[in-house]
């Protein structure tokens, strides 16, 4: 009689126990809460306290496993070892390290080059990126001086790939990571300080942060799944209103996103989002999100991009997701180098490489030349006419206006028009 009368309370304990034990680790302020009351779209694709998917092993076949894409990226550059070189910018929580395969026809040297990254499986439930970003890969090893699209961005610019960021998450069937935390609300958040205290910063987001700070790169995208849209700068607002909220930069990031949206399969005749694309914080706000830190801290023009309308779809079904980003990742990757602004920064008497900074007229924002060369590559949207300025006494600039314009300028405090 005792223990019929103990079993109940004895149950109860287990389950609140089991309870606590699944409240995720600092959510409020590490990742699991929008500080804002945005309705239905803060539960979509990127809020921590959502209900865990139901992921079944039926859903999981046919996708790498972490070992499988270990494996899957070393041999890819023993493969293409004449353009690629695969290193690692840190280890998740679980010890699996982060592996990046850059792609370049010159991939052990820098170069005054623009570099693009992409980076994949953010979000642990969200696997479709890590496969399509192997995909992408393997076509460019495939058809470089077979295809002029391969062999422009392979002898134009570094490709930095990180097919995922998450692979504690994958492994645990859930979007955060290790310790639950949503890594796209980890980041400094130039709104909200919750972020900024080291101590707390997972190290998936302190592995990107110092590889941002190592090299410069010019842009970048994340693939995310759960919905099919081009997101773009500002993720947030200073109220946490929901609504149009635009970076300096804003007509270059609606050209970045149209160029994906309008290259994809049929993201652009979305009924959702016009054109395709979207503002984040029209969308729906979030707070210590990577691509704003990526513009503010990093000068790198980030989006976001939702690649499939399911988070996790079967594993059949990747090849034709990848076909239907295919030129969207092409083409956005093509643009660095077909248009915007490119040249060098250096001293007048020594032709010494100045890191310095060039600013467009009108726009709030400044791109800031590498310590390396000098080199700058700065986005912008072709067609318009812009004022440039670079400011460094004692200084010439070295430009190149995409496609074929080149003009080499004296004390460059001066300001010169674009075409």
């Known amino acids: 009689m005792a223990i019929s009368r103990i079993h109940p309370l004895f149950l109860l304990l287990l389950l609140l126990l089991r309870a606590f034990a699944l409240l995720p680790t600092q959510a409020a302020a590490r990742g699991g809460h929008d500080l804002s009351d945005d309705g239905d779209h803060g539960s979509v694709s990127r809020n921590l ?4 998917p139901h992921i079944t092993e039926e859903m999981t076949r046919g996708y790498m496993s972490n070992a499988e894409l270990e494996t899957a990226v070393h041999a890819f550059g023993s493969r293409c070892s004449n353009i690629s070189r695969v290193y690692s910018i840190g280890k998740s929580v679980n010890d699996f390290p982060l592996l990046v395969i850059e792609i370049s026809d010159k991939p052990r040297q820098r170069e005054a080059e623009p570099a693009f990254k992409f980076i994949g499986n953010v979000h642990g439930d969200e696997p479709v990126g890590r496969e399509v970003l192997m995909h992408l890969a393997n076509w460019l090893c495939d058809n470089y001086l077979k295809d002029p699209l391969a062999t422009l961005i392979v002898e ?3 490709l930095h790939i990180l097919p995922t960021m998450n692979p ?16 796209n609300r980890d980041f400094p958040d130039q709104f909200f300080s919750v972020n900024n205290d080291i101590n707390y910063r997972q190290p998936e987001t302190r592995a990107i942060m110092n590889w941002v700070k190592q090299e410069h790169f010019t842009a970048s995208a994340s693939l995310h799944g759960g919905a099919l849209v081009a997101n773009y700068p500002w993720d947030g607002t200073k109220d946490t209103g929901k609504r149009y909220y635009g970076c300096p930069d804003d007509k270059t990031f609606r050209h ?7 290259s ?10 016009e054109g395709g694309i979207t503002n984040g914080a029209l969308w729906y706000p979030i707070y210590g999100g990577m691509q704003d830190w990526n513009y503010i801290h990093g000068g790198c023009f980030e989006l976001t991009l939702e690649i499939s309308d399911t988070k996790w779809p079967k594993a ?12 969207s990742m092409l083409n956005l990757l093509a643009s660095l180098i077909k248009s915007g602004v490119h040249g060098r920064i250096f001293a007048a008497d020594t032709g010494r490489p100045i890191p310095g900074s060039v600013t467009i007229k009108g726009i709030d924002s400044k791109v800031r030349a590498s310590r390396t060369f000098g080199d700058y590559h700065r986005i912008i949207v072709p067609g318009e006419k812009y004022e440039g300025t670079s400011l460094f006494p004692s200084a010439f ?6 496609p074929a314009v080149t003009k080499e300028i004296g004390n ?8």
């Open 49 to 52: 306290l959502q209900d865990k």
């Open 156 to 158: 134009n610019m570094h």
């Open 168 to 183: 504690d998450g994958f492994a645990l069937r859930w979007r955060g990571n290790a310790n639950n935390i949503d890594l």
């Open 256 to 262: 970045m996103a149209s160029v994906y949206s309008q």
């Open 264 to 273: 994809h399969y049929n993201m652009s005749l979305s009924k959702e989002f």
């Open 316 to 327: 059949a079904e990747l090849s034709v997701i990848w076909e239907h980003n295919r030129m």
């Open 397 to 402: 600039m070295h430009m190149v206006i995409s």
């Open 412 to 419: 460059p405090q001066t300001s010169i028009s674009l075409p």
